[in-house]
Each structure stands twice: as structure tokens, then as C-alpha cells.
């Protein structure tokens, strides 16, 4: 017995707390756990400083037509996920992704360096990320839709592998799932017409679509289901199953041995587990590459009686780009009745559209023990005009018992399309010297325009040159699996460099795990941003006579300007600068600067008070960043002095390039009231 106290503990919490609640876990710890869940299963990461990243699996409402599957286990570790881990081969080196661990399994490591979570991401993923030595690993667990139920009841379990450093790397990968259904940990897979019960492998072609697990059709307690190929999987280069103490033990390789029963050494109970294999790849610098699997619920049409027969295929199929469309068909029949059932026969019945590809069409099973169980695999071809709902059935009869069948549909539709739209402004606006709007947005509404569900779909903003994204903003948006028909809007703020062009270009690529990139192009107009000089007020307005009254010299994009000169002229009856040349001083751009940029930006000054004439002259601007170009240069504090109306005016200004090239601006004035 393996930790029941906590299976039972948790599995009481979530009964009692029901279905909303589960929910609302969603976005909370539940202890050291992050948790994500919806009307049919959870995702439970641990979040401890043990076991980090490592994660379950558990039914919530399970299947919506059945009852006394809720809340039950389908990975072991309701409480505290810790049995099941993922290894990553770098190099030769096994790392066991995630947190350290003081248990059995993989505990001889060599662990990571964490980078970032567990966290929630985009609301229903959850994300972990660790450093392996040169190549950043990424586990990204969410919800998906079960290639049989049709539902998003199965866990997406996907790592993207990333090399960061500037020379090659080799990695591969092993994946372990410590499975269960409910309180079964050793009940057999079924892999086509296998009840898997002892040490097996499936390599390369031999991989099935999917298995599935249960353990009896007359009172299944859950049905599970992992799939390895199909839209938005990776098919593995091998499949284990075995018992789970050897793959604990041995964070790669490990002790296989065909024909030995799910029974680890030294216990009495079952234990039963699955180790999928990705062999090396060569990641250049900057590549990545990403490895999925689906685990989850499976969808069998069950018809209970004295010969349980339950029936499973794929939901729906779309027709295949290059040679025949083709899916599996799965019969399970378990003789549930209280005496030999003799002379069984199975048969399957096709529509027209459908044909056989293997297997024959009828077969005969001869006498089946009380409580035993068979299953009939037969893979079926579809025409290439066939489109929608199609049905078939299987019918099993013996010479002593009532016959059963099952009918099950199956929809051939368009495979999932992705279609974009971008909306964003054609060109930015220039408004007192600056860019508008910045940031701005670009919106990508992304719709499923296709028959298929579309998996993972995720969108990756691009530009060349003269676009960067504006601070704390991600390149890359998830949006998840997409239904037909289904639509979403992902927006990225956006701010332009230095660069002014009439068509500045980026790209919006989209994609998914059932479709081929698209990418789309756009343009977006950069005006050229004036150089400016304005006069500008600090403070009240109006002033008040005997109060203070400050004006500005305000510089706009002064890019490659290396000297400025100013004259200003104001009404000597209304107002004086107070204390002489000591009322003007450098600007906010001017002022922070350090001391030795202090030094070689100089600002030299002249007062002819009586005349109402200040000249000012600025030397070495081009020193200053960026973040500098516009801003006030110099501040000129007056008092105002008599009651009345006037203007401050800027009667000349000259700008000198490093280059030596003179830009002269035109006059402005600037009215000024003063009240007593």
C-alpha cells in the first residue's frame, strides 16, 4: 500500500468541497500545490522546495455520462505529486527535471537551476521553467481535448527544450507516468487488441494511435486514455509499459524485462506505469524543440449485459493530405454474466464510406470464461467523398446468451484552419513634437475557420527593425485550443525605435499543433519627428504681481544636435528675472547629468536687463541619451511686476548638427496676463 491515508485524504477535500471549489483552486495553492481544473479534470503541479514541478492528475466531474468516476486519481499524488518525473538528456548528462527530491524516485539526479514557477499561465496553463546546464526546459500542463470523448478532459504534458548558448547541444527525453484509476494501480492497458499486463514495448510504426486503461467493463471505476499520435501529439520513439519501481529507480534506462508482470520487487500489489522515449536531436543555437503527449480521460460506448461489450474510436477524423484517411476501431467485450459464455462471435458493420483495412469483419472467439475479457482491434478506410456524422456497430452474440452491440458515431469533418486579422493604426501621428499613440497596439483576432478542434494555438509578434515591444510586454501570446468556429484576441503594445519609414513591416505568426504556421504581414507608417524649440509656462497662469513666474526653453528630438542658441525678449514693464543671471538655470535634461557631463555641457549666458534680452547658449548637447532628447533645456524665473497684458517671445534660434549643419527655427511668443 502506497500512501493511502493522503489519496483518501485529498480525495475526501475535493468531494466535499465540490466542483466550485475545485474551480476556484484554479489560480490558488492548495498547501505547496498549484492547481488548475475544469468540469472534468484537474492538473496538480507541486510547488514545494521538494519534488518541484512534478505533477498528477485527477478527475473532477470525469465523464458527464457517468457516474462514480468523480474525483478519483488518474496519476498517483493527489496530495503531493512526487512518483512520476520526467528526465532530460543533455549532452549524455540525465537530468530529472524539477525540484530536488528525498524519495526513491530519481533521486540520484543531478537536478536544475529553477527559473520561474510553478506559476498559472494565460489563466489555464500551469508553467515551470529550469536551466539544464546549457538548454532552458520549459513543463507546460494544460487542458486539452480527448481524441475519443471529444472533451477537454485530458492533460496536454508538453516540454519545450531551448538551447541558449552559442554552440550545439544533443538532448532527449524520458517521460514517466506513475498511472492509476481511481483506487486500481495495476490495472491492465489496452493497446489495440492487447490487454498489456507484463513488461511490453512498442517502438516507432508499432506506437498505437492511443491506450486505454479500466478495469472491468460491467463496473469500470475510471477510464483512462493516453494518446501518442494524432493532431497536436509527438510521437514518441518508444513506449514502455512496466511496473513503476524500476522507472523510480533509474532516472533513464532501467531494468526491462518482457514477460514480467506489473509487480515490483518485493511487494504484493500491483503497480503499474508507462515511460515514453524521445531520442536525441541536435539543437543549434538559439533552436528549440517541443515534445508532447495527452493523458487523460477515454471516450468507450459501453453496453452493459451478460456480454459487456464497450466500443471506442476516434471522435472525429479529418481526411488525410497525402494517402488514404484511416482510424482505429477498438472492441472491448468482458463476459460478465455467471456461467461460460460458448461460441462468441464478434462482428463489425460498416456504412458505405467505410471499409475494412485489417482485420476480418467477423470473427469467432470461442468460450469465454466468467469475468473474462477480450478485445478486437480493426482499422478502417474512409472514402474520400464521405464528409459529417457516420455511424458503424459492433454486435457480439454466443449460443448461450442474449447478443449486444454498440453504435458509434464518428464525424469526418474539414481539418482545424487558422485565420488571422490584424488590427492596428496604418501610421502614428505626430502631436507637440511626439509620436501618437505610444505604445500602441496591434490585435490579432485568430478564429478556427476549420471542422477541428485546433490544439495549442499560440501567437509570436515579429518585426525587423524600427519596432520593440514596450516594457514588460511578451513576444509570444497562448491561446489555447481553439473549437470550430471559436475566435480569439491577442494584442501586443508596441513602441518604435529611432527609425522613420512610410512602411515599417511586421509579422504576426500563428500556429498550433494541428496546423502549418501562417504568417501575416503588415505595415505601419513612422513619421519622421520634427526638431523643435518651444516657450512653454512652469506654474499658474495668470500670474499675480509680486509672485514668481517661470517660462521654459523646452527641446524636442535634438537627435545629433551638438549646440543650441536662444534669444528671448520680454516686456520689462511687466516683469524682471529674478536675481539677474542666476534666474536661469540648465533644465531637467541638463540638470541630473553627472559631473563630468556637467562639465561638457556648458550653458553660457547673457542679461541685458534693462533691454528685456536673454541669450542663451547651450554646448555639447549631443552627449545626451535617448531618454534625453526632449526636454527642457533651460528655466528663466521671473517676478512679475505691474498689472497688465504682454508676451515673452523667442526671437531666434539656431541649432548646430555634429556635422556642422545650421537649422534655424522661426519666432514664437508666448502672451502673458498678470493680475494684482
Excluded at 150 to 168: E, K, W
Excluded at 236 to 262: H, K, Q
Excluded at 275 to 294: C, H, I, N, R
Excluded at 390 to 415: L, T
Aim: glycine share 10%.
Amino acid at each position: 500500500m502506497r500512501r493511502w491515508l493522503a489519496i483518501a485524504l485529498v480525495a475526501v477535500i475535493f468531494m466535499s468541497c465540490g466542483l466550485e471549489t475545485a474551480r476556484a483552486m484554479a489560480e490558488n495553492n492548495l498547501g505547496s500545490n498549484i492547481i488548475i481544473a475544469n468540469d472534468y479534470i484537474s492538473i496538480i503541479v507541486n510547488a514545494g522546495e521538494e519534488n518541484t514541478g512534478r505533477f498528477s492528475v485527477n478527475t473532477t466531474g470525469g465523464d458527464p455520462d457517468r457516474i462514480g468516476d468523480e474525483n478519483k486519481p488518474l496519476v498517483y499524488g493527489m496530495a503531493d505529486p512526487w512518483t512520476s518525473y520526467t528526465t532530460i538528456q543533455v549532452d549524455g548528462v540525465n537530468y530529472v527535471f524539477g525540484g530536488p527530491t528525498q524519495t526513491s524516485a530519481g533521486r540520484q539526479g543531478p537536478f536544475g537551476e529553477l527559473i520561474s514557477g510553478p506559476e498559472v499561465i494565460q489563466g489555464n496553463a500551469i508553467s515551470t521553467v529550469y536551466r539544464l546546464g546549457a538548454i532552458r526546459a520549459e513543463q507546460i500542463l494544460s487542458f486539452t481535448r480527448s481524441s475519443t470523448t471529444g472533451l477537454q478532459d485530458s492533460a496536454r504534458i508538453a516540454y519545450t527544450l531551448t538551447n541558449d548558448d552559442s554552440v550545439p547541444h544533443r538532448v532527449a527525453m524520458r517521460l514517466m507516468l506513475d498511472t492509476m484509476l481511481g483506487a486500481n494501480d495495476g490495472a491492465p492497458f489496452r493497446v489495440e487488441q492487447q490487454a498489456v499486463t507484463s513488461d511490453t514495448l512498442f517502438v516507432g510504426g508499432a506506437i498505437p494511435e492511443f491506450w486505454q486503461a479500466f478495469d472491468s467493463l460491467a463496473d469500470p471505476q475510471v477510464m483512462s486514455q493516453g494518446t501518442l499520435r494524432g493532431p497536436g501529439v509527438t510521437p514518441p520513439n518508444r513506449v514502455y509499459f512496466t511496473n513503476w519501481g524500476v522507472l523510480a529507480e533509474s532516472v533513464r534506462d532501467f531494468d526491462f524485462a518482457p514477460g514480467r508482470i506489473f509487480l515490483r520487487k518485493g511487494e504484493f500489489e500491483l503497480d503499474s506505469a508507462i515511460a515514453m522515449f524521445w531520442d536525441p536531436v541536435t539543437l543549434g543555437p538559439g533552436e528549440s524543440v517541443t515534445w508532447v503527449t495527452y493523458y487523460g480521460l477515454g471516450g468507450i460506448t459501453i453496453a452493459p449485459g451478460k456480454l459487456s461489450l464497450g466500443v471506442t474510436s476516434p471522435a472525429v477524423i479529418s481526411h488525410a493530405a497525402d494517402g488514404p484517411t484511416r482510424f482505429p476501431v477498438v472492441a472491448y467485450l468482458e463476459n460478465s454474466g455467471e456461467g461460460e459464455a460458448r461460441d462468441v462471435r464478434i462482428a463489425i458493420e460498416l456504412p458505405s464510406g467505410l471499409s475494412l483495412v485489417s482485420g476480418q469483419q467477423s470473427a469467432s472467439l470461442g468460450n469465454l470464461d466468467v469475468g473474462e475479457s477480450v478485445q478486437l482491434a480493426w482499422q478502417v478506410e474512409v472514402a474520400e467523398h464521405l464528409r459529417g456524422e457516420v455511424s458503424y456497430e459492433v454486435r457480439v452474440e454466443a449460443a448461450n446468451s442474449e447478443p449486444n452491440r454498440v453504435r458509434r458515431q464518428v464525424r469526418i469533418a474539414k481539418p482545424a484552419e487558422l485565420q488571422v486579422k490584424i488590427s492596428a493604426p496604418p501610421r502614428l501621428l505626430i502631436e507637440d513634437g511626439s509620436l501618437q499613440p505610444v505604445p500602441f497596439a496591434v490585435r490579432a483576432t485568430i478564429t478556427n475557420v476549420g471542422e477541428m478542434n485546433a490544439p495549442w494555438v499560440y501567437a509570436q509578434w515579429q518585426a525587423p527593425l524600427g519596432l520593440q515591444l514596450a516594457p514588460g510586454e511578451g513576444r509570444t501570446k497562448l491561446c489555447g485550443d481553439l473549437a470550430p468556429q471559436e475566435s480569439v484576441v491577442v494584442q501586443w503594445f508596441l513602441t518604435p525605435t529611432d527609425v522613420a519609414s512610410d512602411s515599417l513591416p511586421y509579422s504576426v505568426r500563428v500556429e498550433s499543433g494541428a496546423t502549418e504556421p501562417l504568417i501575416v504581414n503588415e505595415f505601419i507608417s513612422i513619421p519622421q519627428l520634427p526638431q523643435m524649440i518651444r516657450l512653454i509656462t512652469e506654474g499658474t497662469s495668470p500670474a499675480v504681481v509680486g509672485e514668481p513666474l517661470k517660462m521654459a526653453i523646452r527641446g524636442y528630438n535634438l537627435k545629433n544636435i551638438e549646440e543650441a542658441e536662444f534669444v528671448l525678449k520680454y516686456p520689462v514693464d511687466l516683469m524682471r528675472i529674478a536675481g539677474g543671471r542666476l534666474g536661469v538655470e540648465r533644465g531637467e535634461v541638463l540638470a541630473p547629468l553627472s559631473a563630468v557631463a556637467q562639465e561638457t555641457i556648458t550653458m553660457d549666458v547673457e542679461l541685458q536687463q534693462s533691454h528685456g534680452i536673454v541669450q542663451v547658449r547651450l554646448r555639447g548637447l549631443s552627449q545626451l541619451g535617448p531618454s534625453r532628447l526632449t526636454g527642457n533645456l533651460c528655466s528663466i524665473r521671473f517676478i512679475a511686476g505691474a498689472e497688465g497684458i504682454g508676451a515673452v517671445q523667442l526671437l531666434a534660434t539656431r541649432l548646430t548638427t555634429t556635422t556642422g549643419q545650421v537649422i534655424e527655427l522661426g519666432p514664437m511668443e508666448l502672451p502673458v496676463t498678470i493680475n494684482r
